[in-house]
């Protein structure tokens, strides 16, 4: 056992669990679970199982749950957010009204054909929140006629009271902010959704979290430094296993989506180079895809699509093909433990640990972040002062259309990035 094991089982047991109430237990687990859960390579969408805790070591919950607030681990993972897969071939949503059932119904079948990052559990995680708050607003109100107001804009003042009094009863039942807040996020995805296709005419919830005193715990989660990517380019020694580095520090990919890669997803020629998706995990667009766009790294990129293309054995179109795998490509926790090889013998450690995918994602905001920092700073202080203006920002958002301020960040952006990979 290696002495950061040791640090660690020492932490874990040193957690007094017979104390926690159970809104410290849900507390807890915002703050310290599950950042744990995510450091280790689980997607936060999906319920985790008492092994995923025991991996971590929190393993003790569980006891806790039963013996002092009897409950099930899956009881109260419910009271933070999750839900386990539902089992039966029809789902009950637990009201009556046509036209939202039948809207429910199409949105919860486009999360399952066109997001296909999407996990069969985190789908039914959604359909789970959005069935607990139509139930409310129905127990609210007398009825959950709430899709048919929404495409009423005479009423859309008072769809905003009917939404805020459903949240004032979400907010008394559940225990931590975060699942507030979680909750709120997969209704106002689904209004999103039917604003997107025309269906509503404006999304009642949209401000609903200035209400509130909702907030997130603020996560210390380090990013790798551009001296880590470099260590990782240079330890690299594959053209794949560049392009992986590439697609997790350089644009930003989740794992997922980096074993998912396909070829037909790349556009590599013109001004802007791009990744195309049908859609995009957290991210509400207003057509049938969205891009990522290829700041950097474009010929590392077409280099691999090149070498895959000459293979004897023929190529399916995957940027990270599997001969072993149903779906053609890795795993995306292939993905994970091949990057934390590569971290091994990189030699790159964050606070004395091996870093997951996760920490080259954060790598990328974290330096998008300060690109647009330095941008304001040292490239536009200038223009402002000429105007009288002491904030930056206001001449980059008035006075630049949003392709120049486009164009002008991904400039700044592309010589940090060429920094970090030494070239």
Request: hydrophobic share 35%.
């Amino acid at each position: 056992m290696t002495e950061t094991e040791t640090e660690f089982e020492s932490e874990t047991d040193r957690i007094r669990w017979s104390h926690m109430s159970l809104a410290d237990l849900e507390t807890f687990w915002n703050a310290r679970i599950e950042p744990a859960l995510r450091d280790a390579g689980h997607d936060l969408e999906d319920r985790p199982t008492y092994q995923d805790l025991l991996e971590v070591g929190y393993g003790g919950i569980q006891y806790t749950l039963r013996e002092h607030h009897d409950l099930t681990l899956s009881a109260f993972c419910e009271r933070v957010g999750y839900v386990d897969a539902d089992d039966e071939s029809g789902y009950r949503w637990g009201i009556d009204d046509e036209a939202t059932l039948e809207e429910l119904e199409s949105y919860v079948d486009t999360l399952r054909r066109r997001r296909r990052e999407l996990s069969d559990a985190t789908v039914e995680t959604r359909r789970s929140r959005l069935a607990t708050y139509v139930r409310t607003y129905s127990r609210v109100h007398g009825d959950a006629a709430l899709v048919d107001r929404a495409d009423d804009p005479a009423l859309h003042a008072d769809e905003i009271r009917r939404a805020l009094a459903v949240f004032d009863e979400l907010d008394r039942d559940l225990e931590s902010d975060e699942s507030k807040l979680r909750y709120l996020e997969s209704v106002d995805q689904f209004y999103r959704h039917r604003m997107r296709r025309k269906t509503a005419a404006y999304n009642p919830v949209e401000s609903i979290d200035e209400e509130y005193g909702w907030q997130r715990k603020r996560r210390d989660n380090p990013p790798l430094s551009a001296s880590d990517v470099r260590a990782l380019n240079a330890a690299a020694g594959s053209l794949a296993e560049r392009v992986m580095v590439l697609a997790l520090c350089g644009w930003g990919l989740r794992r997922g989506e980096v074993a998912r890669l396909a070829h037909g997803q790349l556009a590599l020629e013109g001004d802007d180079p791009h990744i195309a998706f049908e859609d995009r995990k957290n991210v509400a667009v207003d057509d049938d895809q969205v891009t990522v766009p290829i700041i950097y790294g474009r010929e590392t990129i077409a280099d691999r699509v090149a070498q895959l293309g000459t293979r004897e054995d023929g190529w399916n179109g995957y940027v990270f093909p599997s001969s072993r795998s149903a779906t053609g490509h890795v795993t995306p926790k292939t993905i994970a433990a091949r990057f934390e090889r590569l971290a091994e013998r990189a030699d790159v450690t964050v606070r004395g640990e091996t870093p997951t995918p996760q920490y080259g994602r954060r790598f990328w905001y974290t330096t998008y972040r300060t690109a647009i920092r330095e941008l304001l700073e040292n490239e536009l202080q200038f223009i402002a002062d000429e105007q009288g203006s002491s904030d930056p920002m206001v001449v980059f958002r008035n006075y630049f259309s949003e392709d120049e301020r486009r164009r002008l960040a991904r400039d700044v952006m592309r010589d940090r990035l060429a920094d970090a990979f030494d070239e």
